[in-house]
């Protein structure tokens, strides 16, 4: 007989299960803990709130704690070790862009990639040199235009250049699965078998993607450098042997050449029709956006400061440099060899080429035990480059929904974004079938949007700091890519459809989860001046009554009238001190930040605390809780009725933190405080 008691200690508690299973879902697995710590850094620098212990780490880990990889040289990887692991992404598009290019411009294809390849090096490439100048913490372009940008247009750009990265890099780990399991469909050994299941598959490869990133994501540039050395030592070899082959057959080049005047004429036309073409080749420009979010993986100087870390910068433009160059070399030869040894027919959706090109001349010449080896290369860095792109996914989102309110806490966490993502790739991928061709416009947009914001944004920072040269050329650069972007969404605008998808989803989650965050106590640190300070000690045996006043001519009759109509509505003996209290807002797009309280005395006899911040309410709670803290005595805050709609007034305080401020004061007060024996008293009158 087994006793109440004993059965008591072995169940389970359902609640104790539940916390164990939130310290699961909230502890910091993160791959990018570098990055992540320098971007708590800048926050606690900017006045915003850094994530809770649960985001930071099981142990409470925080940017204070722990070596920075964006203070100092000494910690940090070899920028071309960094390299392989950005190459997840950019090399991996040899999977599938030969055989996209082949589609999109036939014949012209090795023209049109040759366009692109003079549009990287000398157009992409710059910008990016510069954005890693810009941004040396990994930010990126968006947060430059951030930077920019204020109030509520701001943040709504941002929200719509999220809405554009997060095609970009959700597009990569279906598109890539995708493409994954079109090589182990169309393996020779597998077709029999997996024919007819590559949504299956994809979905498969998804999932795994993300029971690593469950699991917890640590170092992965080990892995990446193996991946991308096997991959491209494979990828010399076919291009070698293709190479061979059509000296081997100089015919095929003369078929080539008598396509291309019999479509085309002659090169001026050839020329012209390339530069329109090759937008559609976009995807060959993926990868820099990622270039510049690893930058605080690599190991700078020992002389490196966080004002001037002038070794990481240079590592990262030697990496963006190389791969650039390595990347254009494999896409010229790719696309070279597969248009002439390939049949047209077989890169249309069906045949043996579509989305495999180079694994399909791989089979072809090279038998196939190694056409195998290929594939299984293939696969792997197509299926990791996802997880590049879930890496990018989780260190930008989180850098900037719940700063600005428009997430939950939870969403700087990794597990519970891993596991959105995760189902959001699933959506994808059933909506586009599994088809790789499919999903080329959505991906190119999102790079080219991308893209073009970064040449927009190093114009304006080379236009402030009156650099003449730069700033002509990078306008011009951004004038191309955004032709380049408009032709493709012209072309094909299913991009534009699935990245207006992504950008509605972002800005209605982010507006709703503000709107239920609206009455949180936004206030990070409350900082008080000697003055300020001055006028709390001396009610430290006394109640602290609080004033809210709008200011206006601020004069000798404003505030003693405002005095004598507080007293009389509320009753409030001659013998006691009132304080006013002014808030001024900056700007109520901001949902985060650090109060600055100033304390002067005006005309001789009046006390007046200054407070500057995004909202009126928030402001005047967190003062109340402070003085509370400070002095052990609840203050007393008197108010006056604002005129007005009352949904009128709650809109103005959401956008402008302004709107009726006497009760949206006291419901954060409510929920700041729970106890509401020690809550500041509100009194309206």
């Known amino acids: 007989m087994v006793s109440s008691g004993s059965t008591e200690a072995t169940a389970e508690d359902?609640?104790?299960?539940?916390?164990?299973?939130?310290?699961?879902?909230?502890?910091?697995?993160?791959?990018?803990?570098?990055?992540?710590?320098?971007?708590?850094?800048?926050?606690?620098?900017?006045?915003?709130?850094?994530?809770?212990?649960?985001?930071?780490?099981?142990?409470?880990?925080?940017?204070?704690?722990?070596?920075?990889?964006?203070?100092?040289?000494?910690?940090?990887?070899?920028?071309?070790?960094?390299?392989?692991?950005?190459?997840?992404?950019?090399?991996?598009?040899?999977?599938?862009?030969?055989?996209?290019?082949?589609?999109?411009?036939g014949v012209l294809s090795p023209i049109a990639t040759i366009v692109l390849v003079i549009v990287t090096l000398l157009g992409a490439l710059p910008v990016y040199r510069r954005v890693a100048q810009e941004s040396p913490r990994g930010e990126g372009s968006i947060a430059m235009l951030e930077r920019l940008l204020s109030f509520w247009k701001g943040k709504l750009f941002v929200l719509a250049l999220l809405g554009f990265a997060a095609t970009d890099f959700l597009i990569t780990i279906t598109l890539s699965a995708a493409d994954a399991s079109a090589h182990l469909v169309e393996n020779p050994h597998l077709t029999s078998m997996l024919g007819g299941k590559q949504v299956l598959i994809t979905l498969i490869l998804v999932a795994l993607l993300g029971a690593v990133f469950l699991k917890g994501f640590s170092e992965a540039i080990g892995l990446a450098v193996g991946l991308v050395g096997v991959y491209l030592a494979l990828n010399v070899v076919v291009v070698a042997v293709g190479i061979w082959k059509i000296i081997e057959a100089p015919h095929v080049v003369t078929d080539w050449t008598n396509a291309l005047t019999a479509q085309h004429g002659n090169p001026i036309i050839m020329v012209g029709v390339a530069l329109v073409t090759f937008p559609k080749l976009a995807l060959g420009l993926s990868g820099f956006e990622t270039g510049v979010a690893v930058m605080p993986h690599i190991k700078g100087d020992p002389t490196d400061t966080d004002a001037n870390p002038a070794g990481r910068i240079r590592g990262t433009r030697k990496l963006l440099t190389t791969a650039a160059v390595i990347m254009s070399a494999f896409l010229i030869a790719t696309s070279f060899i597969t248009t002439l040894l390939i049949p047209a027919d077989e890169f249309r959706t069906g045949g043996q080429a579509n989305g495999r090109a180079l694994a399909y001349l791989a089979h072809q010449y090279l038998g196939g035990a190694f056409g195998s080896v290929y594939d299984l290369s293939t696969i792997a860095i197509l299926w990791f480059a996802g997880a590049s792109a879930m890496a990018g996914m989780l260190n930008l989102l989180p850098r900037y929904l719940p700063r600005y309110g428009m997430a939950p806490h939870w969403a700087r966490a990794v597990r519970p974004m891993v596991i959105v993502l995760t189902l959001i790739g699933f959506l994808v991928t059933w909506l586009f079938d599994a088809n790789v061709d499919a999903q080329g416009g959505a991906y190119a947009t999102g790079v080219l949007v991308l893209i073009s914001s970064a040449a927009i944004a190093v114009t304006i920072a080379a236009y402030r700091k009156r650099e003449r040269g730069w700033t002509v050329a990078f306008a011009a650069i951004a004038a191309i890519f955004l032709y380049t972007t408009v032709l493709n969404v012209m072309e094909r605008p299913d991009g534009l459809k699935i990245g207006a998808c992504f950008i509605a989803g972002i800005i209605l989650v982010s507006l709703l989860s503000r709107l239920r965050r609206a009455f949180e106590l936004r206030v990070t640190n409350v900082v008080l001046d000697d003055v300020a300070e001055r006028f709390i000690r001396d009610y430290a045996h006394r109640p602290l009554r609080l004033i809210a006043n709008e200011p206006s001519n601020r004069d000798v009759a404003e505030y003693r009238d405002k005095i004598r109509q507080i007293r009389a509505d509320n009753d409030i003996p001659g013998e006691d001190d009132l304080v006013f209290v002014e808030v001024t807002v900056r700007d109520a797009s901001d949902f985060e930040s650090e109060l600055t309280v100033h304390g002067e005395v005006l005309h001789g006899r009046y006390r007046v605390l200054t407070l500057e911040s995004s909202s009126i309410p928030n402001a005047i709670a967190a003062l109340a809780l402070t003085v509370r803290d400070r002095t052990g005595k609840q203050p007393h805050l008197y108010f006056e009725w604002t005129e007005g709609n009352p949904f009128a007034q709650f809109l103005r305080f959401f956008l402008f933190g302004q709107g009726e401020v006497a009760p949206v004061t006291r419901e954060v007060l409510r929920e700041a405080e729970p106890d509401r024996s020690r809550r500041p008293r509100v009194h309206v009158g």
């Open 14 to 105: 359902p609640s104790s299960a539940r916390i164990r299973f939130r310290s699961w879902l909230l502890e910091d697995v993160s791959a990018d803990k570098p990055a992540k710590r320098a971007d708590q850094a800048q926050e606690r620098q900017q006045g915003a709130e850094p994530g809770d212990s649960a985001a930071n780490g099981a142990d409470g880990e925080s940017a204070a704690d722990a070596p920075d990889a964006a203070h100092g040289g000494h910690t940090g990887q070899r920028w071309w070790r960094v390299m392989c692991l950005t190459g997840l992404d950019y090399f991996s598009t040899l999977g599938y862009q030969p055989g996209i290019a082949a589609l999109a411009a």
